[in-house]
């Protein structure tokens, strides 16, 4: 279940509208409704792309591992291990958009709301302004660093209201597959894996066919 900000304890597929993308240097969001908690296996699909799969064996509502689901990736994929997923919405750029939050980012958001208080009040809250740095050569070194001197509480503007006057639970916006909707979505993967790879061995062997 999503939860509201201060709800949440925050240790722990695809959306339907616009993510938001961080761009390199300075950021700022206005995050809005609901926090979702998830944990997701991140599974090999088709030209190497990763595909995140929500891991079932992880309860919304309580925010534990009580494995009341049956969860296909443990079983399909046993080397694979489940990672933190925490998302909500946010305004950027004059839209409302999913916002997937990196956990340390997350984490200095928790703190500065020990002093600033929920960031998601409409009259009260604040924008989050952070940047992206990076801190090696590889796509993964990268480090997320919340500016609270910026962060100074606004209310929310007319225009920006009217985008979230209908806005929807994070639970209705990134649905929680069933597990045979997960086994469904894995066996289409299984199988394009299985013939990718066979038209692969096909093209070789036709390749070196002696005559």
Same mark, same amino acid.
Do not use: H
């Given at each position: 279940?999503?939860?509201?900000?201060?709800?949440?304890?925050?240790?722990?597929?695809?959306?339907?509208? *616009? %993510?938001?993308?961080? $761009? #390199? =240097?300075?950021?700022? /969001?206005?995050?809005?409704?609901?926090? &979702?908690?998830?944990?997701?296996?991140?599974?090999?699909?088709?030209?190497?792309?990763?595909?995140?799969?929500?891991?079932?064996?992880?309860?919304?509502?309580?925010?534990?591992?009580?494995?009341?689901?049956?969860?296909?990736?443990?079983?399909?994929?046993?080397?694979?291990?489940?990672?933190?997923?925490? *998302? %909500?919405?946010?305004? $950027? #750029? =004059?839209?409302?958009? /999913?916002?997937?939050?990196?956990?340390? &980012?997350?984490?200095?958001?928790?703190?500065?709301?020990?002093?600033?208080?929920?960031?998601?009040?409409?009259?009260?809250?604040?924008?989050?302004?952070?940047?992206?740095?990076?801190?090696?050569?590889?796509?993964?070194?990268?480090?997320?660093?919340?500016?609270?001197?910026?962060?100074?509480?606004?209310?929310?503007?007319?225009?920006?209201?009217?985008?979230?006057?209908?806005?929807?639970?994070?639970?209705?916006?990134?649905?929680?597959?069933?597990?045979?909707?997960?086994?469904?979505?894995?066996?289409?993967?299984?199988?394009?894996?299985?013939?990718?790879?066979?038209?692969?061995?096909?093209?070789?062997?036709?390749?070196?066919?002696?005559?």
């Amino acid at each position: 279940m999503a939860l509201s900000f201060n709800d949440q304890r925050g240790s722990a597929q695809k959306a339907d509208f *616009a %993510t938001y993308k961080m $761009a #390199d =240097g300075e950021n700022s /969001v206005r995050i809005v409704g609901d926090i &979702l908690a998830r944990y997701v296996y991140w599974v090999k699909g088709e030209n190497g792309k990763n595909i995140p799969v929500e891991c079932l064996a992880f309860n919304r509502d309580t925010e534990s591992f009580d494995r009341a689901e049956k969860d296909w990736v443990a079983e399909l994929y046993p080397d694979l291990k489940a990672s933190w997923s925490y *998302a %909500t919405q946010c305004i $950027a #750029d =004059g839209k409302l958009q /999913v916002f997937n939050l990196k956990k340390k &980012l997350w984490e200095q958001i928790c703190t500065a709301a020990e002093d600033l208080g929920d960031p998601t009040d409409i009259e009260k809250g604040w924008d989050i302004k952070f940047k992206k740095v990076k801190t090696g050569p590889l796509p993964y070194n990268v480090e997320y660093q919340l500016q609270p001197l910026k962060c100074k509480p606004r209310a929310l503007s007319d225009s920006e209201r009217g985008l979230i006057a209908d806005i929807r639970s994070m639970d209705d916006v990134m649905k929680r597959p069933t597990p045979e909707q997960q086994k469904e979505f894995l066996d289409k993967l299984r199988n394009n894996e299985s013939a990718a790879s066979k038209s692969a061995e096909e093209a070789l062997e036709e390749e070196f066919k002696v005559d």
